[in-house]
């Protein structure tokens, strides 16, 4: 596909020049040329008001995906337990089922795991397509990509949601190339175009500068992963549903890695993404002994300790604490950010916080304008008489 120019169209108002984004416009004397460096994307076209910027490229044309049908959510498990993210894609598959028509169908593959269909169905699945085999026990990549692989040529879904958890991220982009078809990795909102009926995915972009929404038009199924954290799971009222089993397909050379054994990295007791109150420090607790007192402080009302991503890379709390865009979503009733300014990454991990607190010395942080309780003070005089207060309290009860 090529750009050109017809001289005797161009009357040098040079719109196209500014209008390239590769620096691919050439003028010699008040005529435009086109240099190789050229993408083709077209800006200069758009621009020219003479017609004189030519070019040989098609307008695409868009497939007919009417038989693609079905919001369809990997339902992650481990060791047979469901991933809470999964819960939370049911609950968003369902509002983009009403607003298509459609109807939300959750995989489930393993192998000993029929019993969790019952709680996929009472979160959302209308069907769940269950796909049980001793390869399949243990996650890996191969034997999963083949089951889904086939699932899709089957029956042909037009969207399919995984969790952004190690697992969706391994698995999604294998999948989407073996079936030819776009991703979206990690997005934070899906909303139906109410138009074309195609899903948005909307993502951080630039270094979380920018949200950028995706279409993907020319491919089925429209594949995203999501955050964990970032969605609501929902039980639905009635609990009509069905389960499909599936005929299991996997290429002998998927098995022929054989898993040796899994170590399990220990965890801390509450999980980030479940923790119903969680106690953030940043960059203000100064160091890991500043950390105690935050650990103290959730001690007491029963939370989970989190942080910048100062306060990993400072090695004050592990990498699995951080919270924002490149750490993770958090939803919990209560944050308390002590010592954390607001910066726009970080605010994208714990923006779905019913209340925030914000203990900060600076006035101006922008972490006040997200809060619904601002303190301003030094933490290090904050925090403790925080605990003091609520440990009179608890003894008090
Ligand atoms: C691509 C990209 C991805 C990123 N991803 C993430 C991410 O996932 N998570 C994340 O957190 N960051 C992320 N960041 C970094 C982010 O931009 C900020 O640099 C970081 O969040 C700032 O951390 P902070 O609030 O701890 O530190 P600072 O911005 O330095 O703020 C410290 C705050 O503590 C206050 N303070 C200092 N002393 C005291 C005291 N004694 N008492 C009370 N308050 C005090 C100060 O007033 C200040 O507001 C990312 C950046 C980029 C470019």
């Known amino acids: 596909m090529t750009v050109w120019v017809e001289a005797d169209l161009c009357n040098g108002c040079r719109r196209c020049l500014k209008a390239c984004p590769y620096g691919a416009i050439e003028f010699s004397g008040e005529k435009a040329s086109v240099l190789e460096r050229c993408t083709s994307c077209g800006a200069c076209i758009e621009v020219c008001r003479q017609s004189a910027m030519k070019s040989d490229i098609r307008p695409r044309s868009v497939p007919d995906f009417s038989d693609r049908k079905g919001i369809w959510v990997f339902a992650e498990q481990r060791n047979g337990q469901l991933a809470h993210g999964a819960l939370e894609l049911l609950g968003k598959a369902r509002q983009l ?50 089951v889904l692989e086939d699932l899709i040529e089957r029956h042909r879904p ?55 929404t995706i279409v993907n038009r020319y491919s089925r199924p429209q594949m995203a992963t999501v955050r964990p954290g970032v969605m609501e799971a929902h039980q639905r009222p009635g609990n009509e549903g069905r389960v499909v089993t599936t005929p299991v397909s996997i290429h002998e050379k998927s098995i022929a890695a054989k ?71 958090v939803r919990p009733e209560l944050y308390i950010a002590c010592g ?34 601002g303190i301003r003070g030094d933490l290090r005089e904050v925090v403790p008489e925080l605990v003091r207060q609520l440990k009179s309290e608890v003894r008090q009860a």
């Open 340 to 373: 954390i300014s607001g910066a726009i990454q970080h605010r994208a991990g714990m923006l779905n916080s019913r209340y925030v607190v914000a203990i900060n010395k600076d006035p101006r942080a922008p972490i006040f304008q997200v809060a619904d309780w």
């Open 158 to 212: 037009g969207i399919l949601l995984m969790s952004a958890t190690h697992i969706g991220r391994d698995l999604a982009p294998r999948l989407s190339r073996r079936v030819g078809a776009g991703l979206t990795a990690d997005c934070t909102d899906l909303e139906v175009d109410p138009d074309e009926k195609i899903l948005l995915q909307t993502r951080p972009a630039f270094g979380g500068n920018v949200m950028a």
């Open 97 to 146: 089922a009403a607003e298509l028509g459609e109807d939300v169908c959750a995989l489930l593959l393993g192998h000993g795991v029929s019993q969790l269909a019952e709680t996929l169905i009472r979160y959302g699945a209308r069907t769940v397509y269950l796909a049980e085999h001793e390869a399949l026990a243990d996650y890996r990549t191969l034997p999963y990509t083949d």
């Open 259 to 329: 898993l040796l054994g899994a170590v399990r990295e220990k965890k801390d007791a509450v999980k980030l993404c479940e923790a119903k109150v969680i106690v953030a420090g940043g960059r203000g607790v100064g160091d890991a002994g500043g950390f105690r007192v935050l650990e103290e402080l959730a001690e007491i009302v029963n939370g989970a300790v989190a942080g910048t991503r100062v306060a990993v890379e400072e090695g004050w709390i592990s990498a699995d604490r951080q919270v924002g865009q490149t750490g993770q979503s």
